[in-house]
């Protein structure tokens, strides 16, 4: 794999200020505000007493937010996007959502209702139209709509920056950055509170991975959404709120003081960031 956006990402963040250690409750601009989702002292291995992939790490994530998670291939990204996700569980520690421990909760009900998540590979089958992937989700969440599904499927498309019109097309027909807008208007479409997603801007040219940051800005200040993103790219965790380095366990690298300062007490995270929250 390249290293060089990932170095690029470690100097922009290691440039920026630290924040303070975090509590179950933050303040930005001189207001507290209740996370959405905290991770308190997680750890995970693949295998009972096996290697740790991520040890004690601890962060709180707010409504109205974007975060960037990022890190070098065998840090742990993707397992901590599984755990956030509800897809599995800490080895040890807990995962709370609105202050609930998910794995005492029914992480079903967690993922069809409360947080959409936008893979990497998209997940959307190429046989069916635009509208009709979108309606999958509706149908899956078991939630009941004031709406018919497809004039949600309709209004999703515009909240993703495509036409209406396009709720007829077939996926196989739809290039790699309109697959991508289609995903994200299908994690939208139950409305949840949460959203995740994994590498939503690679293979993308850099025009279309800007418009796809600005849905994603959009989700979080405008709609007070919690927005959670692992990339490999500097654009987008310049354009986050806040960025998390997440380093490989196995590896002791030497940071200077301003650098190695986190809003966590976890050790397998290097540093993070934090812009003040739009008023």
Do not use: W
């Not at 291939?73 to 202050?99: A, F, R």
């Not at 959307?124 to 149908?139: F, H, R, W, Y």
């Amino acid at each position: 794999m390249n290293n060089e956006p990932q170095a690029a990402v470690a100097d922009d963040v290691a440039r920026m200020p630290a924040t303070q250690e975090s509590t179950g409750v933050q303040t930005v601009t001189g207001q507290a505000h209740t996370p959405i989702l905290e991770l308190r002292d997680v750890s995970y291995a693949y295998t009972k007493g096996g290697k740790r992939v991520l040890q004690h790490i601890s962060r709180s994530f707010l409504p109205g937010r974007v975060y960037a998670i990022t890190g070098p291939s065998g840090s742990g990204k993707t397992t901590l996007l599984s755990l956030i996700s509800g897809l599995t569980v800490p080895t040890e520690g807990q995962v709370l959502y609105q202050g609930k421990d998910l794995s005492k909760e029914d992480r079903y009900r967690y993922r069809s209702h409360d947080i959409g998540v936008i893979f990497q590979s998209f997940n959307l089958l190429p046989q069916l139209t635009v509208a009709e992937n979108i309606m999958l989700s509706l149908g899956a969440s078991g939630k009941r709509f004031d709406e018919p599904k497809r004039q949600i499927a309709r209004r999703m498309l515009t909240q993703v920056h495509l036409p209406e019109d396009y709720a007829n097309e077939r996926i196989l027909h739809l290039s790699g950055g309109e697959q991508q807008r289609v995903a994200i208007a299908r994690a939208l479409s139950y409305d949840p509170q949460i959203v995740v997603a994994d590498e939503p801007t690679g293979n993308l040219d850099m025009g279309t991975q800007e418009d796809i940051m600005d849905i994603f800005c959009a989700l979080a200040h405008d709609d007070g959404r919690c927005v959670i993103i692992v990339t490999h790219s500097p654009q987008v965790a310049q354009a986050s709120d806040e960025v998390f380095e997440l380093a490989p366990l196995r590896r002791t690298t030497r940071q200077r003081p301003s650098a190695v300062r986190s809003a966590s007490a976890g050790s397998g995270v290097r540093s993070a960031r934090q812009r003040p929250a739009a008023q």
